[in-house]
């Protein structure tokens, strides 16, 4: 799937992000920002919601440095420690690497596995849509 086509929402549906409160940070110019994600795959902070990643992040960077005009928030804004970009590019070329993000102690390997497994079942209708979305919450429940 290309990167324009990737979107929170969808990361969130296929397991690699859930959303929460406090699980989005973005740090620039000594001003570090923590936000919640939702379930649409929007970004609530300072009581206004964001339908993208970089517009999140240009907010966030424009109260320090006016002049700022665009802003790619992806390669900057993290999700519980890891970038956006990493978490995207990983499931865009279809692995998540062996090794854990640095603040995570979650196996990315089996998660991937999992994940897997359930289209699997999807794609050989073994399970539907419904219990797709109850066995993906439950791998997202063990992300730490």
């Keep these: 799937m290309p990167h324009s086509k990737t979107s929170l929402k969808h990361l ?20 570090h920002v ?6 649409d795959g929007s970004i609530s902070w ?7 990643v ?7 960077k424009r109260s320090t440095n006016q002049s700022l005009k665009t802003d790619n928030g992806w390669d ?3 999700f519980r420690g890891v970038p956006l970009s990493k978490i995207r590019d990983d499931y865009t070329i279809g692995h998540v690497d062996d090794e854990d993000p640095p603040t995570s102690s979650t196996d990315w390997p089996k998660v991937k596995s999992d994940l897997r497994q359930i289209q699997d079942l999807l794609v050989n209708k073994l399970i539907d849509n419904e219990e797709a ?3 993906r919450v439950k791998i997202n429940s063990k992300i730490k």
């Design 34 to 39: 923590v936000a919640d994600l939702l379930e």
């Design 133 to 135: 979305k109850i066995l």
């Design 12 to 31: 969130i549906d296929v397991g690699l992000l859930r959303a929460g409160k406090g699980l989005i940070s973005l740090s620039y110019r000594n001003n």
């Design 76 to 78: 900057c804004v993290r």
């Design 54 to 60: 970089s517009s999140f992040s240009k907010c966030v």
């Design 46 to 52: 300072n009581r206004r919601v964001f339908q993208t």
